[in-house]
């Protein structure tokens, strides 16, 4: 069995519409985040970029976890992933 590693997994997150991305919430969009393990690194005026570590033995494994920890979160589901990159 491959040697379980922790994994930074960048995820670029984009609305399919614009009621989707006006739903997102304000203020505490950071710590809606934080509370779930999720580090929000930019916030644009069309997307969402996010880091979230993960424990993992190879990059798809790491890339499906953060996925999966991403759309646990009420208010990301339903954005897009635009892009998921483990490194």
Known sequence: MPERIDWNVAVLLRPPTKGAWQALPDLD??????AAGIELTVRGADKLMVRVAVHASSAEEAEARAERKVRDVPCLRPLQVASIRAR
């Open 29 to 34: 969009l950071t710590n809606v985040l934080t």
